[in-house]
Structure formats: structure tokens, C-alpha cells
């Protein structure tokens, strides 16, 4: 199983030390760290995704439970309205996020803040975060990483210029956590609320008219 890079950290140092109290044969406390690494192994798992086909199809940014979707009227980093999705992801799910189309990385944000639960709904505006601007076919998209009260880190892989594949990883976040997605109102979605998604495999939505931007 490929594990994320930033795993090995958390993994290795419960692993080290189960294999060390087998020497004295401290067996209850191999066990107990032993199955502690095998936690970490499985959050920090990095399943191998092969995007579905399709330039109109716009794939969900994170693995999760869509917890909310909304309409809006104005987004300072976008033009006109649009959806707003929410996932939330549990301590079980893939943490990785991926790009839900093709674009470029226009802007990359760093906002501190508190740590509600994710799943609660001030931790969209409260929570510590990270927001990227990305130019796509279909306009400008508002992607927000927001962690939550167990997880305290966001990883972002990306900077502006960057120039990303439709389903590729650009971030991770660590235990817990929260991804919204500011779509424009020319994508028709395809997903609805208490729907679990897959980031990079299951299809939220397809673009209806390709900007002229």
C-alpha cells in the first residue's frame, strides 16, 4: 500500500517503538503501538485514481459525505453565481485534495483561524484554512481546504502558475476535515446532499457552456 510522504513522520515513530518493546517482551505495548503505526498507515494511505474521460466532466476535489450544497449570488474570487459544495471527511477517508479540473493555479491563500468540528457549519468561516483561486475551461473555481478540531495542518502542493491536471493532488490535510467548492452556475451538477464522493473518481458535475474568458 503507497502511503503519503507526510505519513512516514506520524507512522515510524510507534512502529520503531513496538518493535523495540518485543525485545524486554512488553507484548501489550508492542501491540498497542503497533496497531497506533497501523492507524497512521491507514490514514496516510495514497490510493492509486484514474480520472474518468471527459474535458466537461468536473470530479470531486476530496474523498468524504457531501454535507451541504448551496446556491450563491457573489464570491469575491469569482464572477457571477454559482454552487457551493461541501464535503466533510471523517478520519477514515483518503485526505488528499484534487483539482476538479484541468487549470491553472491563480491564487493561493493562507487564512488561521479556530477548529470548530468540520461538520459544523461556522468551521467554514471560522476554521483555520487554505483557499485556491483555479482558471479552468468552465471560469474561475473557489476551492477552500478547512481543517477541523483534530487536525491542525494543511499541505498545499501547488503555487500560482501552477498548471494542474483534472483529478491531480494539490493538497492534504490531516485528520478531519472540510473541502468547499465554489462552482460557476453554468455546471449542472450531478451529486446531492448525504451523497459520499471520491476525490478524483466521482463525477459532481459537467459543464453546460465552456467560458469565453
Not at 111 to 118: E, I, L, M
Request: include cysteine; charge should be positive.
Amino acid at each position: 500500500m503507497k502511503l503519503a510522504r507526510e505519513g512516514w513522520a506520524f507512522l515510524l515513530p510507534p512502529l520503531c517503538l513496538s518493535i523495540f518493546m518485543l525485545i524486554p517482551g512488553w507484548w501489550a505495548g508492542s501491540l498497542f503501538f503497533f496497531l497506533l503505526a497501523a492507524a497512521f498507515a491507514f490514514f496516510f494511505r495514497d490510493p492509486g485514481r484514474i480520472p474518468p474521460a471527459g474535458q466537461r466532466l468536473v470530479l470531486s476535489p476530496a474523498d468524504g459525505l457531501v454535507v451541504n450544497i448551496e446556491d450563491f449570488s457573489e464570491q469575491p474570487e469569482m464572477t457571477g453565481p454559482g454552487h457551493k459544495i461541501s464535503i466533510f471527511l471523517s478520519l477514515f477517508d483518503v485526505h488528499f485534495t484534487r483539482s476538479p479540473l484541468a487549470a491553472e493555479i491563480v491564487k493561493v491563500a493562507y487564512q488561521p483561524g479556530k477548529f470548530f468540528p468540520a461538520y459544523r457549519q461556522e468551521a467554514s468561516s471560522q476554521n483555520e484554512s487554505n483557499s485556491l483561486v483555479l482558471r479552468t475551461a468552465a471560469g474561475d473555481l473557489f476551492l477552500r481546504q478547512i481543517v477541523g478540531i483534530a487536525a491542525r495542518r494543511i499541505k498545499c502542493y501547488v503555487k500560482p502558475g501552477d498548471r494542474v491536471q483534472t483529478g491531480q493532488k494539490i493538497g492534504l490535510m490531516y485528520f478531519g476535515s472540510r473541502v468547499e467548492l465554489y462552482l460557476p452556475v453554468d455546471i449542472e451538477l450531478k451529486i446531492s446532499p448525504g451523497q459520499k464522493v471520491k476525490g478524483g473518481l466521482t463525477i459532481i458535475g459537467e459543464i453546460k457552456n465552456e467560458s469565453k474568458n
